[in-house]
């Protein structure tokens, strides 16, 4: 596995790897993860990736890490 780039986004590590004809974008927060594999076929330039760092996919990234959190919450609150 080939790490493309690493960064960080509001707070959000995201990492871009390549593997097996597959670009693989990996979110983090917290002990939170949101892994996409995006067939290389797909893609015609590495940096056309970028779309999904920004605007309505990142958007919806970060409600569905808010939507994981409140999930694991009500899941563990009686541990």
Do not use: C
Not at 4 to 28: A, D, Q, T
Not at 55 to 66: H, I, L, Q
């Amino acid at each position: 596995m080939r790490v493309v780039r690493e960064s960080s986004i509001e707070g959000i590590r995201v990492s871009l790897f390549e593997w097996n004809n597959k670009f693989i974008l990996k979110f983090e927060l917290g002990n939170l993860e949101q892994t996409y594999k995006i067939p290389a076929m797909e893609v015609l330039e590495e940096k056309d990736l970028d779309s999904l760092m920004e605007g309505a996919f990142f958007t919806e990234v970060k409600k569905r890490f808010d939507e994981m959190h409140q999930s694991l919450q009500n899941a563990t609150k009686n541990f």
